[in-house]
């Protein structure tokens, strides 16, 4: 069924109809820096198993992944630190805002699940004391897995961040003084803000999460980014916790693996099929693109793949 799918002119199908609709949702204006995007900006990239690449839109600006690099982190710490990790963070989906601070008192500083950003604090503290300079160790792990040396970080975002991350800078305080942030709440804070501040295209995007498609997938240095098992624990949570409080929505609209992020991008993928990313700015009240919610979801119902 798959090889009769025309993906091109099924997603410029889509693109037009969404495209017709009122632009829906807010920017997130509480990272000063990422008001500044333009709010009609609006692209999507297919990536298929064997390599073909499809795009409409803005597929090739590049934009703030945000916490979709909350992926590429869990799974650094994952491949460094095995199954130890999990006695530090949780597999369970929160059920709660990305930010929330409310379960950390009664789980003790265990976060629910690494996609809350207290859980991905957590990450980020794994990091720290598990690589000499975490955000060089990142940024090249994220090139080699994407193959691409021109990815970077905007230090101008991460400072955006910074200056205003007074609930961040609370959840990271409150972990610690529960015991499970071993670093100085600063330094992971630092490092937490730049990892969220990686940038990409919908391209690159598509490219970089192609270890979680293919299970004999082999990166540019020649190594298994991560064993399959690792992979199917990571997509795993991507389809419980990939979307907050949202997560159960997604899964039942979509039917995928995702991963969102509050610059407006989505990752989502089929094992063994496809990757796609889908970047529109503006956000609905769970903070997911409001137009990339809306196109997977006619994506996967259009082509009937999803994994259920
Ligand atoms: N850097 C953002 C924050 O901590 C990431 C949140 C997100 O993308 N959902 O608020």
């Known amino acids: 069924m798959s090889e009769k799918i025309e993906y091109q002119s099924v997603m410029n199908k889509l693109f037009g109809r969404i495209c ?12 000063p820096e990422l008001s500044k995007v333009d709010p009609n900006l ?8 064997d390599g ?32 130890e990790m999990w006695c ?3 597999v369970e989906p929160s059920g709660t805002p990305f930010n929330s601070l409310l379960q950390l ?28 300079n975490p955000v060089e160790a990142f940024l090249s792990f994220a090139r080699t897995v994407c193959a691409n040396p021109n990815l970077n970080i905007s230090e101008k975002i991460a ?16 972990i610690k003084s529960l015991g499970n942030i071993e670093n100085d709440p600063e330094e992971v804070l630092n490092f937490y803000f730049k990892m ?12 970089t999460f192609m270890y979680l498609v293919d299970d004999n997938y082999i990166g540019e240095d020649g190594q298994r980014v991560m064993t399959m098992s690792q992979a199917k624990r990571i997509n795993a949570i991507m389809l419980t916790c990939g979307f907050y409080d949202e997560s159960g929505e997604f899964s039942f609209k979509v039917g995928l ?41 006619a994506f996967t119902t259009e082509t009937q793949m999803s994994i259920f």
Do not use: H
């Not at 099929?273 to 137009?291: D, H, M, Q, T, V």
């Open 20 to 31: 017709k609709d009122e632009n829906k949702g807010q920017i997130a204006d509480y990272i």
């Open 42 to 49: 609006f692209g999507v990239c297919l990536r298929t198993i």
């Open 52 to 83: 073909r690449v499809y795009g409409v839109g803005d597929w090739n600006e590049k934009f703030s992944i945000q916490s979709i690099s909350k992926v590429l982190a869990l799974s650094m710490a994952y491949k460094i630190l095995g199954d």
């Open 88 to 90: 530090r963070v949780g």
């Open 105 to 132: 008192e009664a789980d003790n500083g265990i976060p629910r699940n690494p996609f809350i950003n207290a859980g991905a604090m957590v990450v980020c503290d794994m990091l720290i004391s598990n690589t000499e």
């Open 159 to 174: 400072e955006s961040e910074k200056l205003v991350g007074f609930r961040n800078k609370a959840l990271c305080n409150f």
């Open 196 to 207: 969220c501040s990686i940038e990409m295209t919908c391209k690159e995007l598509t490219a």
């Open 257 to 297: 693996p995702g991963k969102s992020g509050v610059g407006g991008g989505i990752v989502a993928l089929l094992p063994d099929k496809y990757c796609i990313a889908a970047w529109s700015p503006r956000l609905n009240e769970k903070g997911n693109s409001s137009r990339g919610m809306k196109f997977l979801e």
